[in-house]
């Protein structure tokens, strides 16, 4: 049983639109991590949240952290081909992350 | 550049090869990790060490052994793997004080395929 559930799996989406991708789990984590990764590569830290209900802004992405800290969403407005990549969820407890599956995002030219 | 480095980058081992793969990390921190990744799989950590000590095993096969010399570097050693261990191996640092203690910055990992 994954302990973090992300979805969609796959969002493939023309450059200009918007995506929202979510994270779901019935645990509580003290806080929770997004990463985006690229093929070969590690993945590359894109933001910490730790308050429930947060907030954060990173140029186009929005992520918000749920009010009991069990889920999370990344939303992008106006997708660029250079978000295509894996995007990760990353959720710790007693200082252990537990990662989702992954939501493989294709922003097309 | 996350200032964590890991070589080789490619391995390609047989099954009776022995290999080490090595991670080096420049940001201060105290705490090490090993990840796998396999393909649609969510990560799975490895390893954890804490101040060069071991603080936890995920039940990983003998046949991976960790070595952690100081807080700044951390191997894998691997000897007669199987096909199945064929994956992304990353390897992780994070601080062990202040607010950042629960964030992990990961390297670009080791792609090994095992013949």
């Known amino acids: 049983t994954q302990l973090l559930e992300q979805s969609p799996q796959f969002l493939s989406i023309q450059e200009g639109e918007n995506l929202t991708v979510y994270c779901n789990s019935s645990s509580v984590f003290s806080s929770l991590q997004w990463y985006r990764q690229e093929p070969g590569e590690g993945p590359v830290l894109l933001v910490t949240v730790v308050t429930g209900g947060e907030v954060k802004k990173l140029k186009r992405l929005t992520f918000q952290f749920g009010d009991a800290r069990k889920d999370s969403s990344l939303h992008i407005t106006a997708a660029q081909p250079g978000d295509t990549g894996l995007y990760l969820c990353a959720g710790a407890r007693d200082y252990k992350l537990s990662f989702g599956a992954g939501t493989t995002v294709t922003v097309r030219a | 550049e996350t200032g964590v480095t890991q070589t080789p980058r490619h391995l390609v081992m047989g099954m009776t090869n022995k290999k080490s793969l090595k991670c080096e990390q420049h940001l201060g921190h105290n705490a090490m990790y090993w990840y796998k990744q396999s393909a649609k799989k969510p990560l799975e950590l490895m390893f954890v060490?804490?101040?060069?000590?071991?603080?936890e095993n995920n039940s990983v096969p003998s046949r991976f052994s960790p070595e952690c010399p100081n807080s700044s570097h951390l191997f894998l050693h691997l000897h007669t793997l199987q096909p199945e261990d064929s994956a992304l191996y990353l390897c992780?640092?994070?601080?062990?004080?202040?607010?950042?203690?629960?964030?992990?910055?990961f390297g670009p990992g080791t792609r090994l395929l095992v013949l």
């Open positions: 992780a640092s994070s601080p062990t004080s202040g607010r950042d203690q629960e964030t992990q910055y």
């Open positions: 060490y804490n101040f060069k000590e071991q603080t």
